[in-house]
């Protein structure tokens, strides 16, 4: 039985599918190991073409001069034809990325797609300012009358804004590059990860559903000279990437040239406080089930645990039980709770850490290798190391893998010392029967969201972004369309 959104063997540029000059590549099932498909490969040719188009389109074509209520007419209907191939896009991601079936539905396509009707509904609110009236001498004639002025202070499109995208989440990711771009006026270039082709090709689907002019949106797959066109072509004004460290730096030095407006939302090393007075088995379980999330590939994941030493020992069993128990399998299983790792370069990646751990001398709990039931598919078992410092390469890599490590502290001041101790500051969390204190310590940690006891779910007016080398800028909340706009104050007189 195929997989939906296979067949989608063409580029979308322009309002249609255009044919890729390179050769197919064969986009695997991380599970099971088998081709799912063969999907277009864009080159520069491709890019090229892409730019011009979405160029085209914003200097010329109609959508930056729709009303915003017009422009959100358009975004409703993508979403609500997206919502109505809701199982379609599962059964991609299932077989695409290798997702379990619980994290799939509620992380990678009903989550989103709950926030992107926010961001829509959010934006009919016209955000125009108005600038107070003020009475100002003539410049040009100073002993004359006065001049009552006035003016507004307006948000309008950047232009065309190039979405560079990971395999971890490509749905949410894709959805998160679309949306907001879209609904501020900008036209769009969308660059998926070639792990992940069919998830930003389906877009060109749901554009031609619903009539979106043509050029608004392009979609273009293709390797890393693709993304450095996109990166460092004049024509494009603005960057949005979601994906690793590395390539974000990349990315920000390729758009210096041009000084164009750079949006990333990079990786992480997320900590977790647990003080002694937290629940110890709800804190362990929460901590293993986010390991298990995507297999341990999610930027925002929390990875460190830093544990009070009177509760170390009892954590580090409880979550070693916990894991035990965790079922990891293919994702096509509906009980499978974890699935595997995207491909073998990646589980290479996460093995090569886990030498370290245990050449650095850090105490390997559980895990550490590979499922022995599981000969097909980049598995990779749940793996916890204790006894960990945090200046080792465990500590402060994001290993993007199923891989946690727990490091002691003694003091409120020690553990908050410890997880700022990185580079990164995308995410945090404190788990405490205190609720005044653990607030206290959330607003001392340097990352863009802090989870309190397992936070609340999902919220979508929670802004979403890093401190530090976690990236710039922020996704999601009610100020999301502001990093897709800039602003323009208007002066007039008035009363004459």
């Known amino acids: 039985m195929s997989v939906p959104f296979t067949q989608l063997d063409k580029l979308y540029i322009d309002g249609a599918w255009v044919g890729a000059d390179g050769p197919r590549e064969a986009v695997l099932n991380p599970a099971t190991e088998a081709v799912i498909g063969h999907a277009p490969t864009g080159d520069l040719h491709s890019a090229e073409a892409a730019i011009a188009a979405a160029r085209n389109a914003f200097d010329n074509g109609p959508w930056p001069r729709l009303s915003m209520a017009e422009r959100a007419g358009y975004m409703r209907r993508m979403h609500a034809a997206l919502v109505a191939k809701r199982e379609q896009i599962a059964a991609l991601i299932i077989a695409e990325v290798g997702c379990s079936q619980g994290v799939t539905y509620a992380m990678q396509v009903d989550m989103p797609l709950g926030h992107v009707l926010t961001a829509i509904e959010q934006s009919v609110h016209s955000d125009s300012v108005q600038i107070p009236v003020q009475a100002n001498p003539n410049p040009f004639n100073p002993t004359g009358p006065m001049i009552l002025g006035s003016g507004t202070v307006e948000r309008e499109a950047i232009g065309v804004v190039a979405g560079i995208t990971g395999y971890n989440f490509p749905f949410l990711l894709n959805l998160a590059k679309v949306f907001p771009a879209l609904l501020a006026g900008n036209t769009l270039v969308l660059k998926p990860s070639p792990f992940t082709p069919y998830s930003a090709l389906l877009f060109g689907q749901i554009a031609e559903e619903v009539g979106l002019p043509k050029g608004?949106?392009?979609?273009?797959?293709?390797?890393?000279?693709?993304?450095?066109?996109?990166?460092?072509?004049?024509?494009?004004?603005?960057?949005?990437?979601?994906?690793?460290?590395?390539?974000?730096?990349?990315?920000?030095?390729?758009?210096?040239?041009?000084?164009?407006?750079?949006?990333?939302?990079?990786?992480?090393?997320?900590?977790?406080?647990?003080?002694?007075?937290?629940?110890?088995?709800?804190?362990?379980?929460?901590?293993?089930?986010?390991?298990?999330?995507?297999?341990?590939?999610?930027?925002?994941?929390?990875?460190?645990?830093?544990?009070?030493?009177?509760?170390?020992?009892?954590?580090?069993?409880?979550?070693?039980?916990?894991?035990?128990?965790?079922?990891?399998?293919?994702?096509?299983?509906?009980?499978?709770?974890?699935?595997?790792?995207?491909?073998?370069?990646?589980?290479?990646?996460?093995?090569?850490?886990?030498?370290?751990g245990r050449d650095a001398g850090a105490t390997l709990v559980c895990g550490g290798g590979r499922p022995a039931h599981l000969r097909q598919g980049f598995f990779s078992d749940i793996t916890l190391f204790d006894d960990v410092r945090n200046d080792m390469l465990i500590a402060q890599e994001e290993i993007f893998g199923p891989v946690g490590v727990v490091i002691g502290f003694d003091s409120d001041d020690e553990a908050v010392a410890i997880a700022n101790d990185s580079r990164f500051g995308l995410n945090g969390a404190v788990a405490s029967a205190d609720a005044a204190t653990a607030y206290a310590l959330a607003q001392r940690i340097r990352a863009g969201s802090v989870y309190l006891n397992g936070g609340s779910g999902s919220l979508p007016y929670a802004p979403i972004g890093g401190y530090k080398r976690s990236g710039l800028g922020r996704e999601f909340g009610p100020n999301w369309l502001n990093e897709f706009t800039q602003e323009k104050s208007i002066i007039y007189p008035i009363g004459r």
């Not at 390539?247 to 406080?273: D, N, P």
């Open 216 to 356: 608004v949106l392009n979609i273009v797959t293709g390797g890393v000279e693709v993304g450095s066109l996109l990166s460092s072509d004049p024509r494009v004004d603005m960057v949005s990437f979601t994906g690793s460290e590395a390539v974000g730096v990349s990315i920000m030095s390729q758009a210096a040239a041009t000084l164009k407006r750079v949006h990333l939302e990079l990786g992480g090393k997320s900590a977790l406080i647990v003080r002694a007075d937290a629940d110890i088995q709800a804190t362990a379980l929460g901590a293993v089930a986010g390991l298990s999330v995507n297999a341990g590939q999610g930027c925002a994941l929390l990875t460190r645990f830093v544990v009070h030493h009177s509760v170390r020992e009892q954590f580090v069993q409880c979550a070693k039980a916990i894991a035990s128990q965790w079922k990891v399998g293919d994702p096509t299983d509906p009980s499978v709770m974890m699935g595997p790792l995207i491909r073998e370069s990646q589980r290479a990646k996460v093995e090569h850490f886990v030498a370290s």
